[in-house]
């Protein structure tokens, strides 16, 4: 079974930054796109951003310009660079692999 494994999460303050980074032991990722997802307290699963095998980005809309996802092939790792941090980013953050894989969530919290 395809176990994500998501690190990086942490506490800080508003205009803060944190890099968190997707790896899947024992399983070759590089031919699927990467997925990230938040999930707020109380707050259904939403969809952030994806990095396909070609390389390409989308993002949610209220992450533009702030977060920024990255494919490490060599290293088979993806990772959310997020900087200038709000207080509505809090939530804890998954990646996906494949559309069916999941990790099982780093959290983030983003203090005022």
């Known amino acids: 079974q395809v176990r994500l494994v998501e690190s990086g999460g942490g506490s800080v303050q508003a205009g803060g930054s944190l890099r968190l980074s997707c790896t899947a032991p024992?399983?070759?990722?590089?031919?699927?796109?990467m997925d990230w997802y938040r999930q707020a307290a109380g707050k259904q699963r939403e969809w952030v951003s994806s990095?396909?095998?070609?390389?390409?980005?989308k993002y949610v809309d209220s992450v533009k310009g702030r977060f920024t996802v990255t494919k490490d092939k060599a290293k088979d790792a993806e990772y959310l660079q997020m900087n200038s941090l709000k207080p509505e980013d809090t939530a804890m953050y998954f990646c996906k692999a494949c559309g069916q894989y999941w990790g099982q969530g780093t959290q983030v919290t983003v203090s005022s």
């Open positions: 990095v396909s095998t070609d390389g390409s980005t």
């Open positions: 024992g399983f070759t990722s590089n031919s699927c796109g």
